[in-house]
């Protein structure tokens, strides 16, 4: 994700924020004024956003005080004019306990803000750093626009304000949220890493006037639907404004493909990757360790294979083993010079290529241009969008902000970097749920009657879906090498050999399953007459993928040509036609990096075909459980409470991307 998020609290991590993360990363020299440390910093003043500036006496793009800092963030959630409201009360002679509450933005609190960080993809980074000073303005144009546009999202459809007993009433910010913008130039490693921290008080004003907390479990449940929505908008606006275009890229073999700006060598982003290497180098080593690891009785503690969820776990710990400490902060135009002499003298790049970047991106957006149509298909975008986040989510059960999310990725792989329709998100998850989805709710709360929180699974069965059963593998001894692959047997381990030097077996990612499940679904669709009607599973003209010619069966012979005495050829009755192959190459389908071929392809679909009359019997019994369950009331507030939302377009602030 492009989009992290941590909780501020008062006290410590506020002033942690204070001194290091509003003057650029750096270390702010002690009683130094904030503006100054800045300034000896390179980097520029932090701004107020939000629609939620005008209640409190601020305005956008007005600069960022040290005193409204401590006062919103660090004095558990006060005015930022606190003290001056304070003082104006104390000299008309009012008690001090009257004037501190006048200050004062509703109860105290100790979580007084979230820190979102949002940085663009490396590619786009690069042409920042690498670029003219044309360049550099026009892509931090587009990344302030996105975070703006970003915002306004949370303000509109994710920010909201408990309060009741145990919180059952639930309200949007109706006069918006506040925020704090301050920009970052580089890494802990100095390489360029444009980035911004967003401090979002929590702090909302409700209709009545009385001010609440907003529930910031929501704004981390919509963490994943905020990174893909930045990614989508950053993109859109870079590329259109620059004239380039994105592209696919397989990072890690399994894992989802990364949209990057095409004709920028990916060898620029190993160069600027000195932190993934050194993070790869240590999670050999905890990899090791853990396969290896026993127990006082010389048992093996964990698995003889490294899960998808403890190589995360492992990732993390290695990236905080190997976290560098932070360096002092340069000027900008300094860095930029530094940034173009270390890539043309270290990444292995060619010169011209790097003093060109802009126009190597352009020329490999014109081929694409030229090659790509982006169209999105609705249909057939809510069938990858469903098998994606069902095969993806453990146990097949997902929420709408999962479908939101991946609905936003999948748009951004249709259309290469340009911009889309309003709502178009929102159309692909309402098709999704209409028609692939079963409603698998029994809410408890009054909260779980809401759209947000409704539980969702796919008209299929995850336990259905084809996948490589092998036999449990015995425990290795501690001495040999770890097998590479779980049913394998283990090999002996050179003695020379260290951590690192062979493959740790790994149990295989979730999203290639859920890329050929979604394929198997379209193919099925596709083929069955009684379920498509027009164009709305006509793929002839929807987006093309990487599929080589070489992984496409023969064509069908024209039956006119054929003798009715000659025997069929052997398998191909049971092969999928030309047409069929061709559709999944009109498809959004990264088959290149999975290796789809057809025989596979074959197997899925027969696996689908065994679970066909069985989902029907499901949705049948769904259905009809439905219809006899009566409808459950909902406690009603006497403000504009958030209410499920309907089917249909995006009505938000989102309107224009």
């Not at 669709?525 to 990487?546: F, I, M, N, P």
Request: with cysteine.
């Amino acid at each position: 994700m492009t989009v992290d998020i941590k909780i501020v609290r008062a006290g410590q991590m506020y002033r942690y924020f204070l001194r290091q993360t509003v003057v650029g990363d750096g270390r702010r020299p002690a009683r130094a004024p904030l503006r100054e440390a800045q300034e000896q910093a390179g980097v520029p003043a932090g701004r107020w956003m939000g629609r939620g500036l005008a209640v409190l006496g601020l305005a956008p793009g007005e600069e960022v005080t040290e005193a409204q800092l401590r006062n919103l963030f660090g004095e558990r959630g006060r005015h930022p004019y606190a003290d001056r409201i304070e003082a104006d009360l104390l000299a008309k002679g009012e008690s001090p306990k009257k004037a501190f509450k006048a200050g004062a933005l509703g109860r105290r609190v100790m979580v007084t803000g979230v820190d979102f960080v949002f940085r663009p993809q490396p590619t786009i980074y690069l042409l920042w750093a690498l670029g003219d000073e044309e360049t550099r303005r026009a892509i931090e144009a587009a990344h302030e626009r996105a975070i703006v546009r970003v915002l306004e999202w949370i303000e509109d459809d994710v920010a909201v304000i408990r309060y009741g007993k145990d919180g059952i009433y639930r309200v949007r910010p109706p006069g918006g949220l506040v925020a704090a913008r301050f920009r970052h130039y580089e890494a802990r490693s100095g390489m360029p890493l444009l980035h911004d921290h967003l401090l979002l008080s929590v702090k909302g004003q409700r209709l009545d006037g009385k001010w609440g907390s907003i529930h910031t479990t929501a704004l981390h449940e919509n963490t994943v639907a905020a990174s893909a929505l930045y990614n989508e908008l950053v993109a859109a606006e870079v590329c259109e404004t620059l004239g380039v275009a994105t592209e696919p890229r397989t990072v890690t073999p399994g894992r989802r493909p990364v949209m990057e700006i095409a004709g920028v060598p990916h060898e620029l982003i190993r160069w600027t990757a000195r932190r993934s290497d050194q993070i790869a180098a240590c999670l050999a080593e905890l990899e090791h360790e853990y396969v290896t690891a026993v127990d006082d009785d010389g048992e093996l503690k964990f698995l003889p294979v490294v899960s998808e969820r403890a190589r995360v776990k492992l990732n993390q710990i290695a990236a905080r083993k190997t976290r560098p400490p932070k360096q002092k902060t340069r000027p900008l135009a300094q860095l930029r010079v530094w940034w173009k002499a270390s890539a043309i003298l270290t990444s292995g790049v060619a010169t011209d290529t790097i003093t060109s970047l802009l126009e190597h991106a352009r020329a490999a957006a014109a081929a694409i241009r030229a090659r790509v149509a982006a169209v999105v298909d609705v249909a057939l975008a809510a069938v990858d969008v469903t098998a994606t986040v069902f095969v993806m989510n453990d146990g097949g059960r997902f929420h709408r902000r999962h479908l939101l999310a991946e609905a936003r990725r999948h748009l951004a792989l249709i259309l290469r970097g340009r911009r889309r329709d309003p709502g178009l998100d929102e159309k692909i998850v309402a098709a999704a749920i209409s028609t692939h989805c079963l409603d698998i709710s029994e809410p408890k709360t009054t909260i779980g009657l809401l759209s947000d929180y409704r539980l969702y699974t796919a008209r299929w069965a995850l336990s259905d879906l084809p996948a490589r059963h092998r036999p449990p593998t015995p425990a290795p001894d501690p001495d040999r090498q770890p097998p590479a692959d779980p049913g394998e047997p283990a090999a002996p381990r050179a003695s020379d050999q260290d951590a690192g030097e062979w493959e740790i077996a790994r149990i295989p990612l979730q999203y290639e399953r859920a890329v050929l499940a979604g394929a198997v679904v379209r193919e099925k669709l596709r083929t069955t007459a009684t379920v498509l009607r027009g164009r709305a599973y006509d793929v002839e003209a929807h987006q093309q993928a990487a599929m080589p010619d070489q992984l496409l069966a023969p064509a069908a012979a024209d039956p006119d040509d054929e003798d009715e005495d000659q025997e069929p050829e052997a398998g191909r009755a049971g092969a999928i036609d030309m047409t069929a192959l061709r559709a999944l190459r009109e498809s959004r389908t990264d088959v290149e990096a999975l290796d789809l071929t057809a025989e596979r392809l074959r197997h899925l679909q027969d696996a689908f075909t065994k679970v066909a009359g069985d989902s029907r019997t499901r949705a049948t019994r769904y259905a009809e459980q439905d219809d006899a369950d009566g409808a459950q009331p909902v406690r009603q507030n006497d403000q504009r409470a958030h209410r499920p939302q309907e089917s249909g377009p995006h009505r938000g602030r989102e309107a224009g991307h």
